[in-house]
């Protein structure tokens, strides 16, 4: 089923509408000539951090008023029937996916990296355990691939499906249902 033509268009963000104003302006300047997107998108983001919080207002109540727009007629919108409704839902009781070797690793020495690296980011956290996970030998390595085995076998033993035998399942019902249907139409 394809994208319903009478939903609402989504609510556009300031920096949406900065951007819009932007190639506007472009347009206006430099007529009929084509534009490098990764070129103008990084110049339209520089102009952006640059700007100060009084300039960006006018582009921060644009998107207000669009968000106010959006949700009206959101209100008013009726899905068809038989839309999926969104994302699925996932099982509240289903339990954790065990984590890899290379994660029981990052959970042993994160705090070591931090400790060693005060103030440092997130992301450079990760890309530090990163690295040092690189240059672990497969020995070393050893001890939380075990770890991550354990937990991965613990977590099978629970009982939840994984995908391969959930899809099998699926295979076999769909297989049962149609011999099921087709036995039934030709007794008929």
Request: hydrophobic letters at 30%; a positive charge.
């Given at each position: 089923?394809?994208?319903?033509?009478?939903?609402?268009?989504?609510?556009?963000?300031?920096?949406?509408?900065?951007?819009?104003?932007?190639?506007?302006?472009?347009?206006?300047?430099?007529?009929?000539?084509?534009?490098?997107?990764?070129?103008?998108?990084?110049?339209?983001s520089?102009?952006?951090?640059?700007?100060?919080?009084k300039?960006?207002?006018?582009?921060e109540?644009?998107?207000?008023?669009?968000?106010?727009r959006?949700?009206?007629?959101?209100?008013?919108?009726?899905?068809?029937?038989?839309?999926?409704?969104?994302?699925?839902?996932?099982?509240?009781n289903?339990?954790?996916?065990?984590?890899?070797?290379?994660?029981?690793?990052?959970?042993?020495?994160?705090p070591?990296?931090?400790?060693?690296?005060?103030?440092?980011?997130?992301?450079?956290?990760?890309?530090?355990?990163?690295?040092?996970?690189?240059?672990?030998?497969?020995?070393?390595?050893?001890?939380?691939?075990?770890?991550?085995?354990?937990?991965?076998?613990?977590?099978?033993?629970?009982?939840?499906?994984?995908?391969?035998?959930?899809?099998?399942f699926?295979?076999?019902?769909?297989?049962y249902?149609?011999?099921?249907?087709?036995?039934?139409?030709?007794?008929?």
């Open positions: 089923m394809g994208k319903d033509p009478n939903k609402p268009r989504g609510k556009t963000s300031s920096y949406a509408f900065f951007v819009q104003t932007c190639r506007e302006e472009h347009k206006k300047k430099h007529p009929g000539t084509s534009v490098n997107f990764a070129e103008f998108s990084k110049k339209c520089e102009r952006w951090r640059t700007m100060s919080a300039e960006k207002t006018k582009f109540d644009m998107a207000k008023s669009d968000k106010a959006y949700e009206r007629e959101m209100k008013n919108y009726i899905p068809p029937k038989g839309a999926k409704g969104g994302k699925r839902k996932k099982d509240p289903a339990p954790k996916r065990p984590p890899s070797a290379f994660f029981v690793f990052c959970s042993e020495h994160r070591k990296v931090k400790s060693d690296h005060p103030g440092i980011s997130i992301g450079d956290v990760a890309k530090k355990l990163g690295e040092m996970w690189a240059k672990q030998t497969s020995k070393d390595k050893a001890p939380f691939e075990q770890k991550a085995a354990k937990l991965k076998e613990k977590y099978e033993k629970v009982g939840w499906p994984t995908l391969v035998s959930w899809l099998a699926q295979f076999q019902t769909s297989l249902t149609h011999a099921h249907t087709s036995a039934c139409r030709s007794f008929y």
